[in-house]
Every structure is written in structure tokens, then in C-alpha cells.
């Protein structure tokens, strides 16, 4: 049986708020590659970070299109883990739950997570380049890659693009307003799977411990913030958080 600090356990039992980050990590226990590892194939000579970018689009809009319909297929076929799963059970036992996601795969929805604070957007869902209306995932887009008929808004005629924050893109400002606040005002604050080397979301945590609020990493490796925080679970989330979850609340 994995264990967990006694002072942990009580903090979180006795939590009304507790705000969570989430980073590849957590979505590659599902199979998601990593942005970088994601490269195979027909992509291997292309650097994702010259695709990810406005300037990439306006180029080339077409093979942009092409990259995030193949990246689409990878994320279709995986599935919600363990790990996802027990953050909805955390979240149902607490009277205040914010989790924030750098992931854009939809994998906290698909498990049923609420109101997810996405700071780098989603893949699923679409958006104009020009007037920036957001079509969501319900509306498909049916997009031939091999025609040059590329996806048009219906309101200005503009192209449309993944609603994805890219390179050279600042984040949304009110998902990251959100996330700062929770970060600044929980009990408890979980990061989970994140490298905590991109910023600004790696400065997350960091607002909740200068706050005085304690922070716990969930993590297979150590990283730049490992030293600050006040719990380190070093392990598989998919392992870790459900293991926490029935030992916080074992008979619910």
C-alpha cells in the first residue's frame, strides 16, 4: 500500500479549496506524446515549433491544418487514465475544486471533470484567425486536406484555426486571471505531471507558496520546484492520486 503523510492526509480531508495543475504528464500515461515526441513519420523533419506559430499559419495554412488533423487522430484513440478519474472523485468531495490544465486534449472533460481553466486552449475546438468567433467541438469540422478548401468563418470569411495557443501567443488572459487566483486563495495546491519550466503556468505554483499555502508535486522525476514544495509523491499519477483519494476517503 503506497503511503502518504499523515499532515497530507488531514490537509486535504479538511480542505475547502484545493487548486490543481496539470501537465503533459498526466496526459502521457494516457498515450499522448509529449509535443515534442509527437513527431514521427511523415513529420519527423519538421520542428513542431515552426509549425505552432501565426507566422506558420499565414505561410502555409494548409499544412498547418494538416499537422493538427494528424495530432487530432493521435488523441482520439487514447483514453482518460486513473489518474484523470480520481481528480473527478477528489473534486466531488471537496466544497472548492479549480483545476487548471496546460494540456489541450480534452482528456480531464472526457473523465468527467467541470469548468477545466485550459490555459493553452483545446485541440478540439476551432476558432477564426481574423475575428477570433469560437466554434466548438460539437460543431465537426469536416475539413479536405486534399483540396485547397480550407475551413472558413461564417462570419468574416477568415480562415480558421485550432484554438490553440501558439508560439509567440499570449495566454488568455481571463483562463489565466482564474488560474492565479485559485492559485493564491486554495488550502492546497497540486501539480501534477508539469515540468514547471513553461511559463507562466511553472509560476503557478509559486503563487501559492508564497502565499504560506502548502504544495504538493506528483511527478515520475524532480524538477525546478521539487525544493520548494511541501509534499513531493514521486510516482505514476495513475498510481499516485487514486491511491490518495481512497486513502483520504476510503469508504465513498
Known amino acids: 500500500m503506497m503511503e502518504f503523510p499523515d499532515e497530507l492526509i488531514y490537509l486535504l480531508a479538511n480542505a475547502n479549496h484545493v487548486a490543481v ?3 503533459a504528464g498526466i496526459s502521457a500515461e494516457s498515450g499522448v506524446p509529449t509535443f515534442r515526441e509527437a513527431q514521427t513519420g511523415l513529420w ?12 506558420a499559419f499565414i505561410g502555409n495554412p494548409k499544412l498547418v491544418w494538416e499537422w493538427y488533423a494528424w495530432r487530432r487522430e493521435l488523441i482520439a484513440e487514447v483514453e482518460p ?11 466531488s468531495h471537496l ?18 471533470s467541470q469548468d477545466v481553466i485550459e490555459l493553452h486552449g483545446n485541440i478540439a475546438r476551432t476558432k ?10 460539437q460543431q465537426e469540422l469536416e475539413l479536405n486536406l486534399y483540396s485547397d478548401q480550407l475551413p472558413r468563418c461564417d462570419y468574416c470569411g477568415g480562415l480558421l484555426r485550432p484554438d490553440v495557443v501558439w508560439f509567440g501567443e499570449t495566454l488568455p488572459m481571463e483562463a489565466l486571471n482564474r488560474a492565479y487566483n485559485a492559485s493564491r486563495s486554495c488550502d492546497l495546491f497540486f501539480s501534477i505531471g508539469t515540468s514547471a519550466l513553461v511559463q507562466p503556468a511553472a509560476s503557478l505554483p509559486t503563487q501559492a507558496i508564497s502565499q504560506g499555502i502548502p504544495a504538493v508535486e506528483v511527478n515520475t522525476q524532480f524538477t525546478p520546484l521539487s525544493a520548494a514544495m511541501t509534499f513531493i509523491l514521486n510516482g505514476p499519477a495513475g498510481e499516485v492520486l487514486p491511491a490518495l483519494v481512497k486513502r483520504v476517503w476510503p469508504d465513498q
Open 44 to 55: 519527423e523533419r519538421y520542428n513542431p515549433e515552426e509549425l505552432a506559430t501565426p507566422r
Open 128 to 137: 477564426c484567425f481574423d475575428c477570433g468567433m469560437k466554434l466548438f467541438d
Open 81 to 91: 487514465n486513473p489518474a484523470h478519474y480520481a481528480l473527478v472523485d477528489m473534486a
Open 95 to 112: 466544497p472548492r475544486f479549480t483545476l487548471i490544465t496546460q494540456n489541450i486534449d480534452s482528456l480531464h472533460h472526457r473523465a468527467g
Open 21 to 23: 495543475l496539470t501537465g
